[in-house]
C-alpha cells in the first residue's frame, strides 16, 4: 500500500510517499480501506518533533479516518466488510491514517454519518470529538448557559460553535474579520473581531459585566490568565492547548474558576453522539480545502502558516476520485 512516512522530524518536506506493506487484523480489531483522512495543529506537531519521546521513527502519523471495512479480525462483530466507518486512530499508540489502509479496534470505531462525505467525516472525528469532550463531559456545558469559543473559525472551533449550540448555550466567538460571516453561519451569536476589539472588554458589555459560564480555549497564549477576566462566578476554564509557559491564575481563583485540560481519549461513544447530531441537522463540519495523499506537504504547511485562509478543516483524499 501507499503510505506518507515520517522519515525525521522537521519540516513538512520531511515526509515521504513510500510502498509499505498491508496490515493484517488481529482479534478485535478492523482492517479499513482508507478514504479520506485530515490535517490539525497535532499532526503538524508531531511532524515537527513536539512528542518526540512518544513518536518512534520512520511512523505513519495522521489521526483522522473515514473509509470502508476490507476485512475483520476474529472476534469482532459490529462491522462487516463493506460498513462505512470513521474513526480517530490511537494517538501515539500505532501507524496513523497517513496511508491507504489503516487497522484499528473494534471499540474506537463508529458507522459513518450517511448523510456525511467521507471527506467530511475524517473532518470532523478528531476535532469533533474534542469538542465533545471538552463542552459536553468537562465543561459541562448547560441550557442557558454562555460559552467563549476562542478560534471560531478553526477546525475545531467551528464544530464547537455548532455543538454549543445544540446544546442550548448562547454562544460568543473570536475571529478575524474575514471569518465573522462563517462563525456567523455555524451559528455564533455574538461574533468579536480579536484584531480590532479586546474580546474582554467585549464579554463584559455584552454581558453587562456578568461574564460568560464557560471559556473553550483552543489557542493558547495568555487565553489561560486572561479568562477569568471573561469568566463568570464559578465558571469554567477548558484548554485544548499545550502550556509551554508560567500563567498567572490569581484572578481565577477570585471567579472560583474550574480548569480542565483535555487530550481527547478514543472511543466509540462520542462519535455516537456526533453521529446523532449530524442526523438531527445540528452538525456538519466545513472542509476548507482538500489536497492529495501525495501532497499532504503543501497540506501541513499550508494550515501551518498562521493566516492560511482555510475555514473550517483540512482534508486529505486518500482515493484520489475525491478531489473534485
Not at 219 to 246: H, K
Amino acid at each position: 500500500m501507499k503510505a506518507m512516512i515520517l522519515k525525521s522530524f522537521g519540516g513538512p518536506e520531511a515526509f515521504e510517499l513510500c510502498d509499505v506493506p498491508k496490515p493484517v487484523p488481529h482479534t478485535g480489531h478492523v482492517l479499513v480501506r482508507v478514504h479520506a483522512t485530515a490535517i490539525n495543529p497535532l499532526d503538524y506537531q508531531v511532524r515537527r518533533g513536539d512528542y518526540a519521546d512518544a513518536v518512534t521513527l520512520p511512523a505513519i502519523t495522521g489521526h483522522d479516518v473515514s473509509g470502508v471495512v476490507e476485512a475483520i479480525g476474529p472476534g469482532v462483530t459490529a462491522f462487516a466488510p463493506g460498513d462505512e466507518v470513521w474513526y480517530t486512530p490511537q494517538i501515539f499508540d500505532g501507524p496513523g491514517s497517513y496511508a491507504e489502509y489503516h487497522v484499528a479496534a473494534e471499540s474506537i470505531i463508529g458507522k459513518k454519518p450517511a448523510s456525511l462525505s467521507h471527506l467530511e467525516a475524517a473532518s470532523l472525528s478528531l476535532v469533533g470529538g474534542t469538542a465533545w469532550e471538552a463542552l459536553a463531559e468537562r465543561a459541562a456545558l448547560r441550557v442557558g448557559e454562555s460559552v467563549l469559543i476562542h478560534g471560531g473559525a478553526g477546525g475545531v472551533g467551528h464544530v464547537a460553535i455548532q455543538l454549543a449550540k445544540a446544546i442550548g448555550a448562547r454562544v460568543f466567538t473570536t475571529v478575524r474579520a474575514a471569518n465573522i460571516e462563517f462563525a456567523r453561519s455555524m451559528g455564533a451569536d455574538v461574533i468579536i473581531d480579536y484584531e480590532s476589539e479586546d474580546y474582554v472588554e467585549a464579554i463584559l458589555r455584552e454581558t453587562a459585566g456578568r461574564g460568560v459560564d464557560v471559556v473553550f480555549d483552543t489557542l493558547g497564549g495568555d487565553t489561560l490568565s486572561r479568562s477569568p477576566d471573561a469568566l463568570a462566578q464559578r465558571g469554567r476554564v477548558v484548554s485544548i492547548v499545550d502550556i509551554t509557559q508560567p500563567q498567572n491564575l490569581v484572578q481565577a481563583w477570585g471567579k472560583n474558576a474550574a480548569y480542565h485540560f483535555v487530550f481527547t481519549r478514543q472511543h466509540r461513544g462520542k462519535l455516537d453522539e456526533l453521529s446523532a447530531l449530524v442526523a438531527r441537522g445540528q452538525l456538519r463540519p466545513h472542509v476548507g480545502a482538500v489536497y492529495s495523499l501525495a501532497d499532504i506537504a503543501l497540506a501541513h504547511a499550508r494550515l501551518e502558516s498562521r493566516h492560511n485562509g482555510v475555514q473550517g478543516k483540512v482534508a486529505i483524499a486518500v482515493v484520489p476520485s475525491l478531489i473534485a
